[in-house]
């Protein structure tokens, strides 16, 4: 919901019911008054947001986790990620950003450092696979038509696709069209091909790599540290896992890919090809083209 569409919509009521004299007196002070217009659904109130969706608007849930990052990023580097970058694809579309699920499925040590780092605070599959199911199908009771759901963590993929599905298969004589997406398959060739030591890049190793430090560094530069030269190198790949998670912290920071590439323009260049896709997307299956 962008200023100008708030301002659009209910200017265009007014001017139906008072002659222009009135309609310019009191527009004015419904401008002066009128609170800054927000893409947070936690910033509107219920007749805002009710009115939003009974338009069809769309509505944008981030999935993140409170996860470890390495020294340089903060624990709650994938749900900062994907809600900003929610509220950036919601500016395009004039779509509004549900409250965050700021914890995802548990960190796995060859995808996210393990569950043995301070701060890791993971759930199991099972659990946010129904935290999704019911925060989607109260979103559609609530009247959303049009859902996106975003996730920043890797792992969480398949858990938030069987909460999805639960909530469109049960329960709902119309149900809700809801889109999942990751951020990461949308940036571009010639954005990758930016991040020289990642050309082939393994998105299930990119933790606190080159990808996540960049758009951090975009996204929220206050909250990024300076990048070691320890960051510049990241430990082998086990092509197994094995349980139980070992109990004491790696050897290593955190970082399963190296970050030493990172930029603040990288990370723009990469919002601007999710940001540019995934409206893209919600316009074509969303049916707004
Ligand atoms: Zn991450």
Same mark, same amino acid.
């Given at each position: 919901m962008r200023a100008d569409a708030v301002v659009g919509g209910r200017t265009s009521r007014v001017l139906t019911v008072l002659g222009p004299l009135e309609l310019k007196a009191r527009f004015i002070r419904y401008i002066m008054t009128m609170p800054q217009a927000?893409?947070?659904?936690?910033?509107?109130?219920?007749?805002?947001?009710?009115?939003?969706?009974?338009?069809?608007?769309?509505?944008?849930?981030?999935?993140?986790?409170?996860?470890?990052h390495g020294h340089h990023l903060p624990l709650a580097t994938d749900t900062l990620i994907a809600t900003?970058?929610?509220?950036?694809?919601?500016?395009?579309?004039?779509?509004?950003?549900?409250?965050?699920?700021?914890?995802g499925f548990r960190s796995q040590p060859e995808t996210g450092g393990g569950e043995a780092f301070p701060g890791s #605070?993971?759930?199991?599959? *099972?659990?946010?696979?129904? $935290? /999704?199911?019911? =925060?989607?199908?109260?979103?559609?009771?609530?009247? @959303?038509?049009?859902?996106?759901?975003?996730?920043?963590h890797y792992e969480n993929a398949s858990f938030i696709v069987d909460g999805v599905e639960r909530a469109v298969d049960v329960g709902h004589?119309?149900?809700?069209?809801?889109?999942?997406?990751?951020?990461?398959?949308?940036?571009g060739p010639q954005t990758l091909a930016r991040m020289s030591s990642n050309r082939n890049i393994d998105w299930s190793r990119e933790h606190?790599?080159?990808?996540? #430090?960049?758009?951090?560094? *975009?996204?929220?530069?206050? $909250? /990024?540290?300076? =990048?070691?030269?320890?960051?510049?190198?990241?430990? @082998?790949p086990?092509?197994?896992?094995?349980f139980p998670q070992p109990s004491t912290r790696p050897a290593h920071d955190g970082l399963l890919a190296p970050a030493g590439d990172a930029s603040a323009e990288l990370g723009q260049a990469m919002i601007e090809d999710v940001v540019t896709g995934l409206a893209r997307a919600a316009r074509v299956e969303f049916g707004m083209e």
């Open positions: 927000s893409v947070r659904v936690t910033e509107l109130t219920w007749g805002e947001y009710g009115e939003h969706v009974d338009a069809g608007g769309i509505v944008i849930l981030p999935v993140g986790s409170t996860e470890q900003r970058l929610a509220e950036l694809v919601a500016t395009d579309l004039g779509a509004v950003v549900a409250p965050a699920l700021g914890y #605070t993971g759930i199991s599959g *099972a659990t946010l696979a129904m $935290l /999704v199911c019911d =925060v989607v199908m109260s979103l559609a009771a609530g009247g @959303a038509t049009r859902i996106i759901v975003l996730n920043g004589r119309t149900p809700p069209r809801v889109l999942v997406a990751r951020w990461a398959p949308f940036v606190a790599g080159v990808a996540e #430090t960049s758009l951090l560094a *975009a996204l929220c530069p206050e $909250l /990024v540290r300076p =990048v070691t030269e320890r960051a510049r190198v990241a430990p @082998a086990k092509p197994y896992q094995a």
